[in-house]
Protein backbone atom coordinates (compact mmCIF):
# COMPACT_ATOMS: atom_id res chain seq x y z
CA UNK A 1 0.00 0.00 0.00
CA UNK A 2 1.52 2.90 -1.20
CA UNK A 3 0.63 7.26 -1.43
CA UNK A 4 1.20 9.71 -3.83
CA UNK A 5 2.62 11.93 -1.51
CA UNK A 6 6.12 13.07 -1.37
CA UNK A 7 8.38 11.04 1.17
CA UNK A 8 8.91 13.71 3.44
CA UNK A 9 5.88 14.64 3.43
CA UNK A 10 4.40 15.88 6.92
CA UNK A 11 0.23 14.19 5.94
CA UNK A 12 0.41 10.74 5.61
CA UNK A 13 -2.15 9.49 2.77
CA UNK A 14 -3.74 6.46 4.72
CA UNK A 15 -4.84 6.27 8.23
CA UNK A 16 -6.14 3.04 10.47
CA UNK A 17 -4.65 -0.07 8.31
CA UNK A 18 -4.80 -3.13 9.23
CA UNK A 19 -3.46 -6.24 7.07
CA UNK A 20 -3.93 -9.59 8.79
CA UNK A 21 -3.61 -13.71 8.04
CA UNK A 22 -2.07 -12.69 4.31
CA UNK A 23 0.57 -14.48 2.82
CA UNK A 24 3.22 -12.63 0.41
CA UNK A 25 5.27 -15.14 -1.94
CA UNK A 26 6.65 -15.29 -5.81
CA UNK A 27 7.08 -11.40 -6.30
CA UNK A 28 9.73 -11.31 -8.48
CA UNK A 29 9.96 -7.35 -8.76
CA UNK A 30 11.13 -6.14 -12.59
CA UNK A 31 14.24 -6.38 -13.09
CA UNK A 32 14.16 -3.83 -16.39
CA UNK A 33 13.21 -1.09 -13.33
CA UNK A 34 15.51 0.62 -11.93
CA UNK A 35 14.73 4.52 -10.40
CA UNK A 36 13.60 2.40 -6.97
CA UNK A 37 13.38 -1.30 -5.42
CA UNK A 38 10.39 -3.77 -6.24
CA UNK A 39 9.28 -7.11 -5.50
CA UNK A 40 8.22 -6.77 -2.13
CA UNK A 41 6.28 -8.81 0.21
CA UNK A 42 3.78 -6.65 1.92
CA UNK A 43 5.17 -2.83 2.45
CA UNK A 44 2.83 -0.04 4.25
CA UNK A 45 3.75 3.45 2.58
CA UNK A 46 2.65 6.87 4.02
CA UNK A 47 0.65 4.95 6.70
CA UNK A 48 -0.53 6.57 9.88
CA UNK A 49 -1.65 3.86 12.79
CA UNK A 50 -1.33 0.22 11.01
CA UNK A 51 -0.76 -2.96 12.03
CA UNK A 52 0.29 -6.00 9.60
CA UNK A 53 0.15 -9.19 11.47
CA UNK A 54 0.17 -12.82 11.48
CA UNK A 55 1.11 -12.58 8.38
CA UNK A 56 3.88 -14.52 6.31
CA UNK A 57 6.41 -13.43 3.18
CA UNK A 58 8.57 -15.72 1.43
CA UNK A 59 10.69 -16.29 -1.86
CA UNK A 60 10.16 -12.19 -3.03
CA UNK A 61 12.73 -10.03 -5.27
CA UNK A 62 14.32 -12.44 -6.96
CA UNK A 63 14.38 -10.14 -9.77
CA UNK A 64 15.07 -7.02 -8.57
CA UNK A 65 18.23 -5.13 -9.79
CA UNK A 66 17.78 -1.86 -8.42
CA UNK A 67 21.00 -0.08 -7.30
CA UNK A 68 18.80 1.63 -4.43
CA UNK A 69 18.30 -2.04 -2.31
CA UNK A 70 15.23 -4.12 -1.69
CA UNK A 71 13.25 -5.61 -1.97
CA UNK A 72 12.05 -6.67 1.68
CA UNK A 73 9.78 -8.83 3.18
CA UNK A 74 8.05 -7.11 5.30
CA UNK A 75 8.31 -3.36 6.01
CA UNK A 76 7.06 0.04 6.30
CA UNK A 77 8.47 3.23 5.19
CA UNK A 78 7.78 7.34 6.03
CA UNK A 79 4.90 5.79 7.96
CA UNK A 80 4.11 6.30 11.74
CA UNK A 81 3.05 3.80 14.23
CA UNK A 82 2.84 1.06 12.44
CA UNK A 83 3.29 -2.04 14.10
CA UNK A 84 4.42 -5.72 12.71
CA UNK A 85 4.24 -8.16 14.54
CA UNK A 86 3.34 -12.42 14.75
CA UNK A 87 4.91 -12.29 11.06
CA UNK A 88 7.52 -14.73 9.12
CA UNK A 89 9.46 -13.46 6.62
CA UNK A 90 12.11 -15.48 5.27
CA UNK A 91 13.78 -16.94 2.14
CA UNK A 92 13.73 -13.29 0.38
CA UNK A 93 15.89 -12.29 -2.46
CA UNK A 94 17.18 -8.72 -1.04
CA UNK A 95 20.36 -8.08 -2.70
CA UNK A 96 20.93 -5.25 -1.07
CA UNK A 97 20.13 -2.54 1.98
CA UNK A 98 16.38 -1.06 2.47
CA UNK A 99 13.50 0.58 5.37
CA UNK A 100 13.67 3.04 7.68
CA UNK A 101 12.08 6.77 7.61
CA UNK A 102 9.39 5.48 10.24
CA UNK A 103 8.18 7.23 13.59
CA UNK A 104 6.98 5.77 16.73
CA UNK A 105 7.08 2.28 14.74
CA UNK A 106 6.83 -1.39 16.77
CA UNK A 107 8.60 -4.54 15.46
CA UNK A 108 7.21 -7.31 17.84
CA UNK A 109 7.79 -11.00 17.95
CA UNK A 110 8.14 -11.86 14.78
CA UNK A 111 10.74 -14.54 13.11
CA UNK A 112 13.16 -13.63 9.99
CA UNK A 113 15.33 -16.05 8.81
CA UNK A 114 17.02 -17.24 5.84
CA UNK A 115 17.39 -13.79 3.91
CA UNK A 116 19.84 -13.28 1.03
CA UNK A 117 20.20 -9.54 2.26
CA UNK A 118 19.60 -8.60 6.37
CA UNK A 119 16.46 -9.71 8.29
CA UNK A 120 16.46 -6.61 9.91
CA UNK A 121 19.04 -3.33 10.03
CA UNK A 122 19.40 -1.13 12.63
CA UNK A 123 20.90 2.09 10.97
CA UNK A 124 23.26 4.34 12.86
CA UNK A 125 25.45 7.55 12.97
CA UNK A 126 28.47 6.29 14.55
CA UNK A 127 27.91 3.11 15.54
CA UNK A 128 31.10 2.23 17.79
CA UNK A 129 28.93 5.08 20.28
CA UNK A 130 25.83 3.68 19.93
CA UNK A 131 27.19 -0.06 20.60
CA UNK A 132 29.16 1.37 23.88
CA UNK A 133 25.82 3.00 25.37
CA UNK A 134 23.96 -0.14 24.78
CA UNK A 135 26.61 -2.32 26.11
CA UNK A 136 26.35 0.22 29.35
CA UNK A 137 22.24 -0.27 28.96
CA UNK A 138 22.61 -4.01 29.04
CA UNK A 139 25.22 -4.03 32.03
CA UNK A 140 22.58 -2.25 34.35
CA UNK A 141 19.76 -3.96 32.97
CA UNK A 142 21.02 -7.66 32.37
CA UNK A 143 17.34 -8.73 31.32
CA UNK A 144 17.85 -6.69 27.88
CA UNK A 145 21.37 -8.94 27.75
CA UNK A 146 20.14 -11.03 24.92
CA UNK A 147 18.23 -8.85 22.70
CA UNK A 148 21.72 -6.17 22.80
CA UNK A 149 23.82 -9.09 21.28
CA UNK A 150 21.43 -9.90 18.42
CA UNK A 151 21.75 -6.35 17.15
CA UNK A 152 25.59 -6.55 16.80
CA UNK A 153 25.13 -8.00 12.81
CA UNK A 154 22.29 -5.46 11.89
CA UNK A 155 24.16 -2.07 12.21
CA UNK A 156 24.51 -0.39 8.93
CA UNK A 157 26.96 2.72 10.06
CA UNK A 158 26.21 5.76 7.71
CA UNK A 159 29.28 7.50 9.28
CA UNK A 160 32.00 5.41 7.53
CA UNK A 161 31.03 6.61 4.18
CA UNK A 162 31.94 10.50 5.38
CA UNK A 163 34.60 9.29 7.28
CA UNK A 164 36.03 7.29 4.11
CA UNK A 165 35.70 10.00 1.96
CA UNK A 166 33.33 8.13 -0.84
CA UNK A 167 31.36 11.18 -0.48
CA UNK A 168 32.70 14.78 0.63
CA UNK A 169 31.33 18.13 -0.46
CA UNK A 170 32.78 21.12 0.76
CA UNK A 171 29.82 22.45 2.47
CA UNK A 172 30.96 20.22 5.04
CA UNK A 173 34.13 21.88 6.11
CA UNK A 174 36.18 18.85 6.30
CA UNK A 175 33.66 17.26 9.09
CA UNK A 176 31.93 14.01 8.72
CA UNK A 177 29.51 14.99 11.10
CA UNK A 178 25.48 14.23 10.74
CA UNK A 179 25.54 18.15 11.77
CA UNK A 180 27.63 18.83 8.67
CA UNK A 181 26.42 15.74 6.23
CA UNK A 182 22.51 15.93 6.59
CA UNK A 183 21.88 19.82 5.60
CA UNK A 184 24.80 19.51 2.92
CA UNK A 185 22.71 16.70 1.32
CA UNK A 186 19.54 17.18 1.75
CA UNK A 187 18.94 20.83 2.69
CA UNK A 188 17.32 20.10 6.08
CA UNK A 189 19.30 20.65 9.58
CA UNK A 190 19.03 21.68 13.23
CA UNK A 191 19.43 25.25 13.22
CA UNK A 192 15.39 25.57 13.87
CA UNK A 193 15.16 23.31 16.90
CA UNK A 194 15.52 24.80 20.34
CA UNK A 195 18.08 21.66 21.43
CA UNK A 196 20.89 21.68 17.95
CA UNK A 197 23.41 18.93 19.43
CA UNK A 198 23.98 16.31 21.55
CA UNK A 199 25.53 18.00 24.07
CA UNK A 200 23.30 20.49 24.79
CA UNK A 201 20.77 17.57 24.95
CA UNK A 202 22.40 15.28 27.36
CA UNK A 203 22.86 18.42 29.91
CA UNK A 204 19.44 19.10 29.33
CA UNK A 205 18.33 16.03 30.03
CA UNK A 206 20.67 15.31 33.13
CA UNK A 207 19.61 18.91 34.54
CA UNK A 208 15.27 18.73 34.09
CA UNK A 209 15.63 15.10 35.06
CA UNK A 210 17.70 15.20 38.10
CA UNK A 211 17.59 19.01 38.83
CA UNK A 212 15.11 21.11 40.75
CA UNK A 213 13.06 21.88 36.94
CA UNK A 214 9.41 22.92 37.06
CA UNK A 215 6.98 20.54 35.59
CA UNK A 216 6.05 22.62 32.99
CA UNK A 217 9.76 23.12 32.36
CA UNK A 218 10.54 19.44 32.34
CA UNK A 219 7.45 18.75 29.93
CA UNK A 220 8.82 21.59 27.67
CA UNK A 221 12.83 20.16 27.60
CA UNK A 222 11.44 16.74 27.02
CA UNK A 223 9.40 17.86 24.21
CA UNK A 224 12.60 19.53 22.41
CA UNK A 225 15.16 16.60 23.42
CA UNK A 226 12.06 14.38 21.40
CA UNK A 227 12.44 16.80 18.04
CA UNK A 228 16.28 16.76 18.49
CA UNK A 229 16.07 13.00 18.61
CA UNK A 230 13.39 12.47 15.99
CA UNK A 231 15.32 14.50 13.45
CA UNK A 232 18.52 12.31 14.33
CA UNK A 233 16.57 9.17 13.43
CA UNK A 234 14.65 11.11 10.15
CA UNK A 235 18.03 12.67 9.34
CA UNK A 236 19.49 9.33 8.51
CA UNK A 237 16.67 8.31 6.19
CA UNK A 238 16.77 11.55 4.64
CA UNK A 239 20.80 10.78 3.83
CA UNK A 240 20.27 7.08 2.82
CA UNK A 241 17.40 8.39 0.29
CA UNK A 242 19.61 11.05 -0.96
CA UNK A 243 22.73 9.20 -1.70
CA UNK A 244 20.64 6.69 -3.43
CA UNK A 245 19.67 9.70 -5.88
CA UNK A 246 22.83 10.38 -6.34
CA UNK A 247 23.77 10.65 -10.21
Not at 144 to 171: G, I
Not at 203 to 210: A, G, H
Amino acid sequence: MAGRLPWDSPRYAHADVRVSHCHAFDNTGDPDYQKNHSGSGIVLYQVDDGVIEPCVAWNNGALCRSGGGGAVGLWTCASRRVVIQHCESFGNKTSGADGGGSEDCVLQYNYSHDNDGHGLMVYTYNATFEKGVLEECAHALPEFRLWVDSLARRYVDLLQPFRAFRYYHPAQRGSASMKAVLPTLTGSGYDHLAIRDGDAASREYLRVTFGDAQADERDRVRRELEAYCGLDTEGMWQIVSALRNLP
